[in-house]
């Protein structure tokens, strides 16, 4: 399959691979969920707040939009960052983080620094209910900024707009 060849050869993410290739949104779906399926490769997915009621419900709008993905749900910070070490130490990418900002001890942009540390190609999301940290999590590259409550369709539109990004930039 070229699209394939060519995301392990140039070692980018499909998306960008397929849009620069001109593939439709239902198109780059379409390879996901075959990519997903037909692959021994696992899509990791971290969830992080510290409210358990915020958590289970961002999980279940994130199983939603991503039903075959490994999602990890964690409620601090510090755990969080050891499963992703350990998933690094076994040579596995996380693909996505969902981070609240307003964590006991360490915040959610401190946590996205350090996620970005262990996997670069991590796509960072902040769920969160404060409006004012939105620039400091842009400065990380994150790739939207949702404040709860947060629903399936607005994961489905932020991740809409980064496919609409990433065909419109140069």
Known sequence: DRLRTLVETLDLPLITVAEFLGYTKKQIE????HIQKGSDE???ILA????RYALASLAEKLKLVF?????QKETQASSALSWAESLAQQGEELSYAFLDIQLRGMNGIEVARNLKAL???VVLFFCTAYSEYAFDAFGLCAKGYLLKPILAKDIERVLDEMVDDWRTSP
């Not at 379409?30 to 969920?33: A, F, I, Q, T, V």
């Not at 039903?67 to 999602?71: K, M, S, V, Y």
């Open 48 to 51: 992080l707040d510290d409210e």
């Open 119 to 121: 996997h670069p190609k």
């Open 42 to 44: 696992t899509m990791y």
């Open 67 to 71: 039903p075959d993905a490994f999602l």
């Open 30 to 33: 379409n390879e996901l969920k």
